[in-house]
């Protein structure tokens, strides 16, 4: 295991996909990781690490459309209950023509 938990791996995947510039971030995910710092200066870091190494998406009108449909969607089959941030980094991701990833999917 490396920093963060990663395997060897999967730490080496990730890290040729931040080099290829095939992962960006884009508000909802900066917000989220934001609120995870234990501190201003952890925030403060890791904010810059991010400005620096990825590239960010911007959220469009049409992304906060699709977001909104989405969850409508899911309403419809019972299952909106989604959290709203995973709800817009999809809808981002989607109006991008990019894969949304979580945390989860990285580290599994």
């Given amino acids: 295991m490396v920093a963060g938990g990663l ?7 990730v890290a040729g ?17 934001g609120y ?3 501190a201003s200066a952890d925030h403060r870091e890791m904010m810059d690490d991010f ?10 009108a049409a992304m906060e459309e ?8 899911l309403a419809a089959r019972g ?8 709800v ?4 981002c991701a989607h109006e991008a023509g ?3 990833c979580t945390t989860t999917a990285i580290t599994t």
């Fill in 7 to 13: 395997s060897s791996d999967r730490a080496g995947a």
């Fill in 79 to 86: 299952h909106h209950r989604l959290a709203p941030v995973d």
């Fill in 51 to 60: 400005e620096l190494l990825l590239p960010r998406v911007e959220i469009t």
């Fill in 66 to 73: 699709r977001a909104l449909l989405a969850q409508r969607e």
């Fill in 88 to 91: 817009m980094i999809a809808a």
């Fill in 36 to 38: 995870s710092a234990r």
């Fill in 17 to 33: 996909w931040v080099e290829l510039r095939q992962l960006a971030i884009c508000l909802p995910f900066l917000l989220e990781a």
């Fill in 98 to 100: 990019a894969v949304s």
